[in-house]
């Protein structure tokens, strides 16, 4: 794309292209279709199925498992081998569910593509497949027409195309075949170009394709898309050091009891090579991958419940470690609906606000009492000729204004003044209307004045008569006009004031421009409004004979306007100790006024995409620290944007909807898009997807993101505490002289079941009291972080003495239940420890027993299946259990619960260090 079509005429572009008005010839067609291809997006090749399955078992931790299945089956323990075997498999499907879901966002580009398309060839207009356009094809478009293709405009009729999808821009933007710009310009503000993917919104026109598939914006963002790395979560990174430290300190252990046992003279081998195996198998939490996947999952549905679907898993833990988030402007923050904010009548302005009591905009003086009786009337009037004056339609079931954005805007402000569009068409049929064209930038409309008060709808007369009160003349027909103002006013030579006309001199010209320029100074479109009366209809209904002498009667000041939750939810996510920051394609001074009004910034300061390209990489990294609002941004900037932000070490969520989202959507640690407004493309993109398109379920979001963080905190600390008293137990019982403490199937036991269970209930532990209103945790803060590993090999350390102290005496004494008694006495134990770690510091007194009630059934529920294990005869011969008297089973649950008091006196010992 080396040429810059916008700064060539049309008969250039046709020049430049090879073609002419009348198209190309079916050979020459044909030629270029070989030389360029199909006009279709292209996709990478994924990798298969199979690969992402086999990709499972390259973990460390998984190789160590398949290694310790291997000498299981050796040594003929084929019970071990089979079950250690079956948790490798069940691991690796759970992992292959999360990973082999297909993109869609690809899917969703290609069926953004066009099937039939009017093209001129061999100077016929003819319809053809739009996969067969070429470079230098004359396309023909109308309303409601997708467009095909990339492409210089060669002719247009009031030529509209929609483009928020593409640009962020928030109307639609007229096309102007004879533009021609010197100077580089946004994709937004290039006004006679085409692309591909938008829509026709009104108007008719021809077009010269001058880029197809790959060729296109929209192919150029499909190759950002499929070029962007997606990076590895937080959570993902932590668990994988954790996988390597694990794996890396089971071998260590297996190589120092083979070799311990080597130099005692050990003559069994098989007798070592199983306590190696034990010994791996406890180091390794099996359970982790499952309770991991478990609770992220239960995480996802609470997150459904408050409107936010997690499309990939991690993505619900990085939430809760997102430091940036980057948010589109249109359809994000903003409503993406043109609306009526200011309403300007000589010698008053009003704002519409929103007022909670009725959930209705209403209009309000700009100082702040509300709408003086002089001004009512032409306000009435203003309202009515805006109303007249549009295409737009006012639906009778829901009272939703239906058409262009802007005109609709003006019909809903009228209708929220009981202005009715249909009762005021009633009143005032339009007779003949002068059509809106981009060259004069504006519309103007005739309509037959009612005879009488009795031919008014009820809502109309009352206004009517305020009219009539005044000194408007009431003649048997009027004409709105409406269009931008300095054209307006180049026509008009009268100003309506308070039911006066006064002459138009350059006192009132000055007033008037002054607020024209303060409502454009805060990003609005200004709209005029003028009106002249005729005694008969018109002999000609054209723009010569009825736009002159009009009388401005005031303006209107339009913007898509913040949603109202937006504000709140910011000064949530600045509570939280997280940036938001405005990225948009959409104009610098809308952008600007839309980001003080939600609270990004509340200074003047932006950067548009044109300043971004002429900063260097530094002046770049220095300009984010500061500035919170980019504008004009093409999809390459926010991709650049968001590189900065993750180079300065911050986990940046991007919030959007549209098709030039995507690619950032991508690129950020988490992309957020849009479920209602929001793109099939941006969707696919996307690891979540907000239901109700609102800004402030981020915030929820991010609130279940941490605390689902600090669970897996608390079963990683609680699983590992486990495991190391498994070790500790294999590695000094030996040294007491004890044989074998524990066998295999007893801590896979354990490590699944009474690990596993209470670990599951420790994922929907309640969130703690201060979860958002303190900064995120690093996301480069190891998951060992703050103390937690002295806490792990001390009670680790205090689990395995407590065993083996209540099984010790029984071994001297030569009773055949001691390793029953022990595997018993560690399982009560961990119990005790789950019930400990549901806090960081608060006492389980204080914490309470009854605020997890999930916890309480894992534990009873794992005492049962303890308990039949230890008396049910076909467990016994499988797990290598003796039935224990109520002594010895006293003594195991008594020494267990021990751990409760330990951990208490730690957890004050705690608190009072803090204080």
């Not at 409309?445 to 008060?453: A, C, G, I, N, V």
């Not at 696919?684 to 669970?711: K, P, Q, S």
Request: glycine share 6%.
């Amino acid at each position: 794309m080396s040429v810059e079509w916008y700064k060539l005429s049309a008969e250039q572009a046709l020049q430049q292209s090879g073609s002419a008005t009348d198209g190309l010839s079916n050979d020459e067609a044909a030629r270029r279709l070989a030389q360029h291809g199909a006009n279709e997006l292209h996709e990478k090749a994924h990798r298969s199925q199979w690969q992402i399955f086999l990709e499972q078992f390259k973990g460390i931790l998984t190789v160590l498992l398949v290694i310790a299945a291997l000498i299981s089956a050796v040594l003929n323990e084929w019970v071990e081998a089979v079950a250690i075997l079956v948790i490798v498999v069940l691991n690796a499907v759970l992992g292959y569910t999360q990973e082999s879901r297909a993109e869609q966002s690809m899917e969703a580009l290609k069926r953004m593509a066009v099937p039939i398309v009017r093209a001129r060839r061999d100077g016929q207009l003819r319809e053809i497949s739009a996969r067969d356009l070429v470079p230098g094809d004359v396309v023909v478009l109308e309303t409601g027409n997708i467009v095909p293709a990339d492409g210089r405009v060669l002719s247009a009729a009031n030529l509209r195309v929609e483009e928020a999808a593409l640009t962020g821009e928030s109307e639609p933007v007229d096309k102007e075949p004879n533009l021609v710009f010197d100077s580089d310009k946004a994709l937004g503000d290039r006004r006679n170009m085409l692309y591909s993917g938008t829509i026709v919104n009104y108007g008719r026109g021809e077009f010269v394709v001058t880029g197809t598939g790959m060729n296109t914006e929209l192919g150029h963002i499909a190759t950002m898309l499929q070029s962007v790395e997606e990076d590895e979560t937080p959570l993902q990174a932590r668990l994988d050091r954790l996988g390597q430290i694990l794996a890396y300190a089971a071998l260590a252990l297996v190589a120092v009891v083979i070799g311990l046992g080597l130099l005692r003279g050990t003559s069994d081998v098989k007798e070592l090579l199983l306590a190696a195996v034990s010994l791996a198998v406890a180091a390794v939490p099996e359970a982790l991958t499952a309770v991991v996947t478990i609770a992220l999952s239960l995480g996802a549905q609470r997150m459904l419940k408050r409107q936010a679907l997690i499309r990939r898993l991690p993505a619900v833990e990085t939430l809760g470690s997102v430091t940036v988030i980057c948010s589109d402007k249109t359809g994000t923050l903003t409503l993406n609906r043109m609306t009526v904010q200011v309403v300007d009548v000589a010698n008053h302005m009003f704002r519409f606000v929103h007022n909670d009591a009725t959930n209705r905009l209403e209009l309000e003086r700009q100082a702040g009492e509300g709408p003086t009786r002089a001004a009512e009337p032409s306000l009435d009037l203003l309202l009515i000729g805006g109303a007249l004056n549009s295409d737009a339609t006012l639906s009778v079931e829901d009272s939703q204004a239906i058409g262009d954005p802007t005109e609709a805007a003006l019909v809903s402000a009228a209708a929220l003044s009981d202005l009715r569009k249909p009762e005021l068409e009633r009143a005032f049929p339009r007779v003949a209307e002068v059509p809106f064209d981009s060259d004069r930038k504006r519309m103007t409309t005739l309509h037959r004045t009612p005879r009488s008060m009795a031919e008014m709808p009820e809502s109309v007369a009352s206004v009517w008569q305020d009219l009539v009160n005044t000194n408007l003349p009431l003649p048997p027909y009027v004409a709105f006009t409406k269009g931008a103002i300095d054209g307006l006013l180049s026509i008009t030579r009268n100003v309506w004031v308070e039911g006066e006309i006064h002459p138009l001199d350059d006192e009132w010209r000055r007033r008037i421009m002054a607020s024209h320029d303060q409502m454009a100074a805060q990003g609005m479109r200004v709209l005029g409004v003028a009106l002249r009366p005729w005694e008969r209809e018109p002999d000609e209904t054209t723009e010569k004979a009825m736009e002159r002498d009009l009388t401005l009667v005031g303006m209107f000041g339009l913007i898509d306007p913040p949603r109202p939750e937006v504000r709140a939810a910011v000064e949530e996510c600045r509570a939280a100790g997280i940036r938001p920051v405005m990225i948009t394609g959409d104009h610098p001074l809308t952008a600007r006024h839309i980001a003080q009004q939600v609270g990004i910034t509340d200074n003047d300061n932006f950067l548009t995409g044109q300043e971004l390209d002429r900063l260097s990489p530094s002046e770049l990294a220095e300009q984010v620290r500061e500035v919170s609002v980019f504008a004009r941004v093409s999809p390459e900037h926010k991709l650049k944007l968001i590189d900065v932000f993750q180079r300065q070490n911050n986990i940046v969520s991007m919030t959007g909807d549209g098709v030039n989202d995507a690619p950032a959507l991508k690129k950020a640690d988490i992309g957020v898009a849009m479920g209602i407004t929001g793109t099939d493309v941006a969707k696919g993109a996307a690891e979540m997807v907000l239901l109700d398109d609102n800004f402030a379920t981020i915030v929820a979001a991010v609130e279940e993101g941490r605390i689902i963080y600090d669970n897996i905190r608390r079963f990683i600390k609680y699983l590992l505490t486990c495991n190391v008293s498994e070790i500790a137990v294999m590695i000094i019982g030996p040294l007491l002289g004890m044989p074998l403490p524990l066998l295999p199937l007893q801590i896979l036991w354990m490590n699944l079941v009474t690990d596993g269970l209470p670990a599951l209930a420790l994922g929907i532990e309640p969130a703690e009291k201060d979860v958002m209103n303190r900064p995120p945790y690093s996301a480069t803060e190891s998951v060992f972080g703050r103390g937690m590993p002295r806490f792990i090999i001390v009670f680790g350390v205090i689990l395995s003495i407590i065993a083996l102290g209540a099984a010790f005496g029984l071994w001297r004494e030569g009773d055949e239940a001691w390793r029953t008694v022990l595997f018993s006495t560690l399982v009560f134990a961990q119990l005790a420890m789950a019930l400990s770690v549901r806090s960081e510091e608060e006492s389980l007194l204080r914490t309470g027993l009854l605020t997890n009630k999930p916890m309480l059934l894992a534990i009873v529920v794992t005492i049962a299946l303890q308990l039949v294990l230890i008396y049910w005869r076909p467990a016994q011969l499988v797990f290598g259990t003796m039935a224990l008297t109520p002594r010895d089973l006293g003594l195991s649950f008594g020494l267990g619960m021990l751990v409760l008091i330990i951990v208490e006196v730690w957890k004050a010992v705690a608190r009072s260090r803090r204080r």
